[in-house]
């Protein structure tokens, strides 16, 4: 099971490695064949980088909330008024 979630967490890691590595390329003009547009490139790369941590902030943030260590401040309204 522990296998499982460090794969979980090391695959939006990478991906969001490979996003960072994407937007340096984009502003020193180091174009890829794959994108069409330098500027497609940047795109990509931010929303790999934002993908990748948010899914690891979600991932850690879920954790943390199912062995109660948010001490409140993250609870989770079911019925909004």
């Not at 929303?47 to 409140?72: E, M, Q, S, Y």
């Amino acid at each position: 099971m522990r296998l499982i979630a460090l794969l979980l967490l090391v695959t939006p890691g990478l991906i969001a490695v490979y996003g960072i590595k994407l937007i340096r390329d984009a502003l020193f003009g180091e174009f890829h064949e794959v994108f069409f547009h330098i500027a497609i490139q940047g795109i990509l790369g931010i929303l790999f980088v934002v993908g990748g941590i948010a899914f690891i902030g979600g991932f850690i943030l879920h954790r943390d909330r199912k062995r109660n260590l948010t001490k409140g401040r993250f609870k989770q309204n079911d019925h909004p008024e």
